[in-house]
């Protein structure tokens, strides 16, 4: 009896292979094998008028695949489908039954959280069906993400110079934005500070005659310095026992946010390595994934891990180190479709799976494996100090406290930010009146917010309910990429063009492109994946409202007038401007389409090889997609381009270009191959 397995990434199907034996047979659909297409009203590839019916085809390059994977099936038995344990997983899964004409009878959907031998073999003896309603609330975000992000994205790139916008995407580019302005708008106050310096510790004055104090002016210093004496009377001295939590499990946003903060990881980075990490690693005679699941907003751990951890935990620090499991209630918009991110077995300590790992994915690992490790342990606990003084009915305060017991700081002390004061012993206050070595006091101004990191921008679009965990880092990316925000010193500062999308999208779209349609939007994608509400109403409600603002905004949105350059054209002295074509900016005359002069602007450093159907040079270029291209800077004069980068030398047999491959020089047009 033949089986099929059928996984998303090609990396699983050797570790997977392994586990199940000869009587399967584990294929990569790598992932998704069709997707909407380009054609019909608007190119949206759904048919609006049909009751949003979508229109699926093939992906690019993947229709031979599919006639493979269709034999496979062919000589099969029984069909598993295997892909991710997430909506977009379940929604390939659901593409490859329909694509592939897997009848009801030959599949089953089989679901894993980690790629571990039992956990895998037990996904195949207990096979479920497809989630119908997961694959519709993937299908209806796919069909909104389209409209939107067609509609949108051709408004803007005809009226602005941008290239994009996006449901998710156009609302945290809003935020970064409005962050800018605050900034700017933003009217510091001013403020001082008064402290009391003594031999070990200092005190700051916070209050008059018990009442909160603040100082807002030199000349109400200088009165209350005039009251002081060096003299400070002890009125209180308190301790009191305090539990510092251990942490929480890792899940996608805070081990996004974490690895930036403490690892110095973009988002995008952190994501590829977990990949690596949970699709597996050869660790010797095996080959095993380290992780679970990194798609996930859940903190729930299985029965099993806790039970083995806090074997663990006693064997290596006793039993007085052994915590709680965080209580898992279900907060809004969290799928808790499986656990937290943590390693697959405890016993593979990072110190053991060092060798096997690079040195990015030991940093990542140690982090998830000390992150689960951490909050199966007891509480730390401190001794926090408090010392109150009073000066002539101004009191000051300072505080501080001593790790008493360390608790999960035992292994996570490394990643915790740690600020607390040691104040001396208290045998040290026997005295009443303490004298101070001197009182200084500093003028101080109020800070606007900080502009946002990656760290910042993923917590705060959490907090807002703005798109997914798994999107963020995708989402990030593409700002960046289009250009729409520069990183300076690790923040987001809005770029002209940036700012400009924001405003014009903003005066058309302010009733969809916010925090809080967008957070009610993910609400009714959750509600529809539990079968709670029809996707077909949610489309149609938000189409309604949706495509007669984008009719209206390319009827009314003013077209961005090109730049002047300052210079004249040589040809019919008309002002030259900065216009924006198919493969970015250049110089062309006012006068178009009268006069079609462009100007040659030819960067130094980026020449590769003149061009050989032209007197111009070939150049490095990237499509819309961001994929690079070489051709030549006469474009659209001339045409020339290709692929592969080019070198200076030509072809001995049909004097083309020859480009660079691994380890060899090709000629693009002939067969002629010469190694380097």
């Given at each position: 009896?033949?089986?099929?397995?059928?996984?998303?990434?090609?990396?699983?199907?050797?570790?997977?292979?392994?586990?199940?034996?000869?009587?399967?047979?584990?294929?990569?659909?790598?992932?998704?094998?069709?997707?909407?297409?380009?054609?019909?009203?608007?190119?949206?590839?759904?048919?609006?008028?049909?009751?949003?019916?979508?229109?699926?085809?093939?992906?690019?390059?993947?229709?031979?695949?599919?006639?493979?994977?269709?034999?496979?099936?062919?000589?099969?038995?029984?069909?598993?489908?295997?892909?991710?344990?997430?909506?977009?997983?379940?929604?390939?899964?659901?593409?490859?039954?329909?694509?592939?004409?897997?009848?009801?009878?030959?599949?089953?959907?089989?679901?894993?959280?980690?790629?571990?031998?039992?956990?895998?073999?037990?996904?195949?003896?207990?096979?479920?069906?497809?989630?119908?309603?997961?694959?519709?609330?993937?299908?209806?975000?796919?069909?909104?993400?389209?409209?939107?992000?067609?509609?949108?994205?051709?408004?803007?790139?005809?009226?602005?110079?941008?290239?994009?916008?996006?449901?998710?995407?156009?609302?945290?580019?809003?935020?970064?934005?409005?962050?800018?302005?605050?900034?700017?708008?933003?009217?510091?106050?001013?403020?001082?500070?008064?402290?009391?310096?003594?031999?070990?510790?200092?005190?700051?004055?916070?209050?008059?005659?018990?009442?909160?104090?603040?100082?807002?002016?030199?000349?109400?210093?200088?009165?209350?310095?005039?009251?002081?004496?060096?003299?400070?009377?002890?009125?209180?001295?308190?301790?009191?026992?305090?539990?510092?939590?251990?942490?929480?499990?890792?899940?996608?946003?805070?081990?996004?946010?974490?690895?930036?903060?403490?690892?110095?990881?973009?988002?995008?980075?952190?994501?590829?390595?977990?990949?690596?990490?949970?699709?597996?690693?050869?660790?010797?005679?095996?080959?095993?994934?380290?992780?679970?699941?990194?798609?996930?907003?859940?903190?729930?751990?299985?029965?099993?891990?806790?039970?083995?951890?806090?074997?663990?935990?006693?064997?290596?620090?006793?039993?007085?180190?052994?915590?709680?499991?965080?209580?898992?209630?279900?907060?809004?918009n969290v799928q808790d479709a499986h656990e937290g991110i943590r390693p697959t077995n405890i016993s593979r300590t990072p110190e053991e799976m060092k060798e096997y790992l690079t040195n990015d994915e030991y940093k990542l690992y140690k982090f998830i494996y000390i992150r689960a490790l951490a909050s199966l342990m007891s509480d730390a606990k401190a001794l926090a100090t408090t010392i109150k003084l009073d000066n002539n009915n101004y009191q000051f305060k300072a505080t501080g406290s001593v790790l008493t017991f360390d608790g999960?700081?035992?292994?996570?002390?490394?990643?915790?930010?740690?600020?607390?004061?040691?104040?001396?012993?208290?045998?040290?206050?026997?005295?009443?009146?303490?004298?101070?070595?001197?009182?200084?006091?500093?003028?101080?101004?109020?800070?606007?917010?900080?502009?946002?990191?990656?760290?910042?921008?993923?917590?705060?679009?959490?907090?807002?309910?703005?798109?997914?965990?798994?999107?963020?880092?995708?989402?990030?990316?593409?700002?960046?990429?289009?250009?729409?925000?520069?990183?300076?010193?690790?923040?987001?500062?809005?770029?002209?063009?940036?700012?400009?999308?924001?405003?014009?999208?903003?005066?058309?779209?302010?009733?969809?492109?916010?925090?809080?349609?967008?957070?009610?939007?993910?609400?009714?994608?959750?509600?529809?994946?539990?079968?709670?509400?029809?996707?077909?109403?949610?489309?149609?409600?938000?189409?309604?409202?949706?495509?007669?603002?984008?009719?209206?905004?390319?009827?009314?949105?003013?077209?961005?007038?090109?730049?002047?350059?300052?210079?004249?054209?040589?040809?019919?002295?008309?002002?030259?401007?900065?216009?924006?074509?198919?493969?970015?900016?250049?110089?062309?005359?006012?006068?178009?389409?009268?006069?079609?002069?462009?100007?040659?602007?030819?960067?130094?450093?980026?020449?590769?090889?003149?061009?050989?159907?032209?007197?111009?040079?070939?150049?490095?270029?990237?499509?819309?997609?961001?994929?690079?291209?070489?051709?030549?800077?006469?474009?659209?004069?001339?045409?020339?381009?290709?692929?592969?980068?080019?070198?200076?030398?030509?072809?001995?047999?049909?004097?083309?270009?020859?480009?660079?491959?691994?380890?060899?020089?090709?000629?693009?047009?002939?067969?002629?191959?010469?190694?380097?």
């Amino acid at each position: 009896m033949k089986h099929l397995v059928i996984v998303e990434s090609p990396s699983k199907c050797k570790t997977i292979g392994k586990y199940l034996g000869s009587n399967y047979k584990v294929v990569s659909s790598k992932g998704h094998i069709r997707d909407l297409a380009t054609t019909g009203k608007y190119g949206l590839g759904i048919d609006i008028e049909d009751d949003f019916k979508p229109n699926y085809i093939p992906i690019k390059g993947k229709k031979k695949f599919i006639t493979e994977l269709k034999k496979d099936v062919k000589d099969s038995d029984m069909v598993y489908l295997a892909t991710d344990p997430d909506r977009e997983g379940e929604a390939i899964s659901w593409h490859l039954k329909e694509a592939l004409d897997i009848k009801d009878n030959k599949y089953k959907r089989a679901i894993f959280n980690e790629i571990t031998k039992d956990k895998i073999v037990a996904a195949i003896n207990n096979p479920i069906d497809i989630n119908d309603f997961l694959v519709k609330s993937q299908e209806t975000r796919r069909m909104l993400d389209r409209i939107i992000g067609f509609r949108l994205s051709k408004l803007i790139q005809s009226k602005t110079d941008g290239k994009s916008a996006g449901r998710v995407q156009s609302v945290a580019l809003k935020l970064i934005v409005d962050r800018e302005r605050e900034i700017k708008d933003f009217i510091p106050e001013e403020y001082w500070s008064i402290k009391a310096v003594f031999p070990d510790f200092e005190a700051l004055l916070y209050a008059y005659n018990n009442k909160d104090l603040k100082i807002e002016s030199e000349g109400e210093v200088k009165e209350i310095l005039s009251k002081l004496s060096n003299a400070f009377k002890i009125e209180e001295v308190t301790q009191k026992t305090k539990a510092k939590k251990s942490k929480f499990p890792f899940i996608t946003s805070s081990l996004q946010q974490e690895a930036f903060n403490k690892l110095n990881f973009s988002a995008k980075k952190t994501m590829s390595l977990a990949q690596k990490l949970y699709e597996g690693i050869d660790i010797g005679k095996e080959t095993v994934g380290l992780i679970t699941y990194m798609r996930t907003d859940s903190i729930r751990l299985s029965d099993e891990f806790i039970k083995n951890t806090y074997t663990f935990i006693t064997n290596k620090f006793g039993k007085e180190y052994i915590g709680h499991a965080k209580e898992t209630k279900k907060k809004e918009n969290v799928q808790d479709a499986h656990e937290g991110i943590r390693p697959t077995n405890i016993s593979r300590t990072p110190e053991e799976m060092k060798e096997y790992l690079t040195n990015d994915e030991y940093k990542l690992y140690k982090f998830i494996y000390i992150r689960a490790l951490a909050s199966l342990m007891s509480d730390a606990k401190a001794l926090a100090t408090t010392i109150k003084l009073d000066n002539n009915n101004y009191q000051f305060k300072a505080t501080g406290s001593v790790l008493t017991f360390d608790g999960y700081l035992k292994v996570y002390s490394e990643y915790e930010d740690n600020e607390d004061k040691i104040l001396p012993p208290l045998e040290n206050y026997n005295s009443k009146v303490l004298l101070s070595k001197e009182i200084i006091h500093e003028q101080h101004f109020t800070k606007p917010a900080s502009r946002y990191t990656e760290a910042r921008l993923i917590k705060e679009m959490e907090q807002l309910g703005i798109g997914r965990p798994s999107t963020y880092a995708k989402t990030i990316d593409i700002l960046k990429t289009r250009d729409y925000v520069e990183i300076v010193e690790k923040k987001f500062i809005p770029t002209e063009i940036g700012v400009e999308i924001t405003d014009k999208l903003q005066e058309f779209f302010s009733d969809i492109i916010n925090v809080e349609y967008t957070a009610n939007m993910e609400n009714d994608l959750d509600l529809i994946a539990e079968g709670s509400k029809d996707w077909l109403s949610i489309a149609k409600e938000f189409y309604n409202i949706f495509e007669p603002n984008v009719k209206l905004a390319f009827d009314e949105m003013p077209k961005r007038e090109p730049k002047p350059t300052g210079e004249d054209c040589p040809e019919c002295q008309n002002p030259l401007v900065i216009r924006k074509g198919k493969y970015g900016f250049f110089t062309a005359c006012s006068n178009y389409p009268d006069c079609k002069y462009i100007k040659k602007e030819i960067k130094k450093d980026n020449h590769i090889c003149p061009c050989p159907k032209c007197d111009g040079q070939i150049v490095e270029k990237k499509t819309k997609r961001g994929k690079v291209f070489y051709g030549c800077n006469n474009y659209p004069k001339c045409d020339y381009a290709l692929w592969d980068k080019p070198t200076k030398e030509q072809c001995p047999q049909c004097s083309s270009l020859l480009v660079e491959k691994k380890d060899l020089f090709k000629c693009h047009n002939c067969d002629y191959e010469r190694s380097k």
